[in-house]
């Protein structure tokens, strides 16, 4: 009997088809992240997931949805609330759609699987460019004890984490796992200095008061402090039955959410509103707290002025599995609940004068879906799986904003006093869809499925302003008083056919035709003027439908994986949403189509010769274009040479000629063959990990690894002047510690590059100019950016 050799490439179990299948056999482009890898980085949010992984992008925002996640070239902006996200979350099984997911702490992870393209058939609506599916841990069948604490330097970050899992009898286990840090400094530099907010207690254009002069300090500079815990119980009665039941809690909360954005690009290179704040890709930002009179009036202002984001939330999930002979039934049921309110600096820049603008929101987000699904596992050609999911899902979304330097000492209630607008507004949603699929294998080396979806959803909203102080109703800017309604039904079949071929067990071939449905939906945090109407609220679906095929290799005797795969997929009513800077607007619009095309390949060599040697790579050709997209929106500033036209919009039906009775004039652009955000056409990855014996029974691991991003638009709406150069980010990490793992101590660097770099962003408030005209004035641009340059260290004990 042969001695088994050290080395080689080691097997990683996904379940990209909700079955447990190899990385390698199934038919699908995934990316899947071990426990190891995700501690060994340090990987407890996905942002710093994304961070690493070429192709897939996530922006963090102030307001809105909370983020933007980008893969493939396609993804929701951020400034909507009503827009999920393009890719799907997936914890443990069910569906976490908002962008606010990104706040969420995930650690004691058993895997992270990155799926790329549409994945409709198995995750359902919401799924049109892929899906990030994370499994937390379960408990284990002995005694386990972890103890971490880690200390980052630039933010001087505290962290602690605390797991025990334990068999409580044959048959059951526990495990609870905690997680809490707090940050004593920020990330980014605060150079913002105090400013003066002069406001004017009057109701019409024409009256003349003395401006009362308000001071505000610099804001916080991004600061945060967060708590996780989960607990799970897993009862396994028979070797056929097996229930596990997760709920977790959290909270997080920052002294400013607008920390991160950066004002990097402005024309005169100097902030339009603040000439001594300079316009650059550095790690600084500015803004400022809310002067006192008013964080003492608006809802849900700090005591004392103070910017911030506060999240909270709480889930419970359910898994269920049961296996026949022949068949498996399973079923997730999930309840989860958000609650996020903020304060921030709305113009995202330290400047006096009335063009300030100091926001407060509070939103809740609640879900609770089911879902229920039965595989065959007959020994015969032909298996099928099918199920049924439902979902219930309703938000909450109020706000307030302060802004004009106006004022109302006879607005009633009296906290409206510093206020130009409010917004109420309410969406409840409810899914249900049917899924199937057919699994033929008319000879061994070759599999034929053939699935579909059908989805049924209806969303029913309302969108007030309950109250906008008398100028901005004279300008036409709000209408207030005024309940706009939706009642949206939408339905959809999504289909899909692959095809593998398996010519030997270490070689996949495969090629599928798949396609998705984005929910269209109601845009919560938009603004509702006389000019407006239902339109500029709802928004239809997102689909995509396309090809993608694979080859997927294990070679040189197991030594090394060799993964190639190519896609073409066409997004058509693409949703977008649009900040017009110059009156502080948002328009929920359907962008036309668009195509994403590329080729990826992925390489992993783990020699015998060397054990503990790991050399990884990736590199990947992506080209995301828009199809025929005529009635976008322009950037601020951008001219009739740029591709700016004036257009006549009907207000209440009619036909050119123009007649102001019945339309208005709006400025439109075509973004045909532009290309879409946070796209760029090359990016790559290359890592090297080695562990090994350094006698006394320790072993010392090193890790290094870099990445590779080609240029690219930061915003949706082909602004050139958002262009973020090509860079290379490097990470890097060591370990030592006993063979047994009882104590470790680890080192991690993170962009030690210290590149900055836009991952999204958007038109500074109150800036830019002449959109539309022969000339114009481009607006400065606030980028939502990378975190610089970290070095943590990290122990860890283990019994």
Known sequence: MGEERAGGIEEIVVTARKRTESTQDVPVAVTAISAEQ???????????????????????????????????GIGSNTTSIGLEQSVAVI???????????????????????????????????????????????????SLEVIGRAAYEFTAKQVTGEAIISTPVSDTLGIRIAARASRMY????????????????????????????????????????????IRGTAKWEPTDRFTATVKANFGTNKSDNPAAGAVLYYCPTGASAGNPAIRCGRNFESSSNRFPDAIAASIPFATGDGQT??????????????????????????????????????????????????FATEDSDFRAFSTELRALTTLDGMFNAMAGVYFQDTKRDYDAW??????????????????????????????????????????????EITGGVRYTDESKDSYFLQPYSHPIRVAQGIFLPGVTLTSNQDFSNWSPEATVT??????????????????????SNSGIYSPSAGLADFEFEPEKAKGFEVGIKTILADRQLRLNLGAYNYRYTNLQLDFFRSDIFAFTTINAGSARTKGVELEFEFAPYAVDGLEVRGSVNYNRARYGDAPGAPCY???????????????????????????????????????????????????????????????????????????????????????????????????????????WTLAVIGKNLTNRWYATGGNDAPNTGSGTGGVTGVIADQIGFASLPRTIQAQVTFRY
């Open 38 to 72: 995700i501690e060994n980085y340090d990987l407890s949010n996905l942002e710093r997931v994304a961070a690493q992984t070429p192709s897939f992008v996530i922006g963090r925002a102030p307001s809105g949805s909370g983020a933007t996640l980008v893969l493939r």
């Open 91 to 141: 914890v443990d099984g069910a569906y976490y759609g908002q962008g606010r997911t990104i706040n969420e702490g995930f650690f004691d992870l058993a895997q992270l699987e990155i799926l790329k393209g549409p994945q409709a058939l198995f995750f359902g609506k919401n799924a049109t460019a892929g899906v990030v599916s994370i499994k937390t841990a379960d408990p284990g069948n």
């Open 185 to 228: 400094d920020g990330y980014y530099d605060q150079v913002g200095t105090p400013q003066t907010y002069p406001t004017s207690d009057r109701t019409s254009t024409s009256q003349v008061v003395t401006p009362t002069v308000h001071t505000s300090d610099p804001a916080g500079d991004g600061r945060s402090k967060e708590l996780y």
């Open 308 to 357: 911030g984001n506060q999240y909270k939330s709480w889930a419970v999930n359910a898994n269920l599995e049961y296996e026949f002979e022949g068949l498996t039934l399973a079923s997730v049921t999930n309840y989860n609940w958000n609650r996020n309110t903020f304060q921030f600096d709305g113009d995202t820049v330290s400047r006096s004068g009335p063009a300030g603008v």
């Open 401 to 446: 904003t302060a802004s004009g330097g106006l004022e109302n000492s006879a607005a009633t209630p009296s906290y409206r006093r510093y206020l130009a607008n409010s917004k109420d507004s309410q969406t409840d949603g409810k899914t249900l869809a049917f899924f199937g699929q057919a699994i033929i294998k008319p000879i061994e080396q070759i």
């Open 501 to 522: 071929y398996k010519p030997t067990e270490d070689i996949t071939i495969y090629g599928a035709y798949k396609t998705a449905y984005k929910s269209g939906g109601f």
């Open 636 to 742: 601020a500033g951008q001219t009739r040479d740029q591709g700016c036209t004036l257009v006549f919009v009907p207000a209440t039906g009619g036909t050119i000629p123009f007649d102001p009775a019945i339309h208005t004039v709006a400025n439109r652009q075509n973004l045909r063959g532009l290309p879409t955000a946070n796209v760029p056409e090359w990016a790559g990855a290359l890592g090297v990990t080695y562990d090994m014996p350094i006698g006394n029974a320790l072993k010392l691991g090193l890790s290094v690894d870099a990445r590779y991003s080609d240029d690219y638009l930061a915003t949706a709406f082909g602004n050139p002047f958002t262009r973020q150069n090509s860079y290379v980010s490097l990470d890097a990490g060591v370990r030592l510690g006993t063979e047994d793992e009882r």
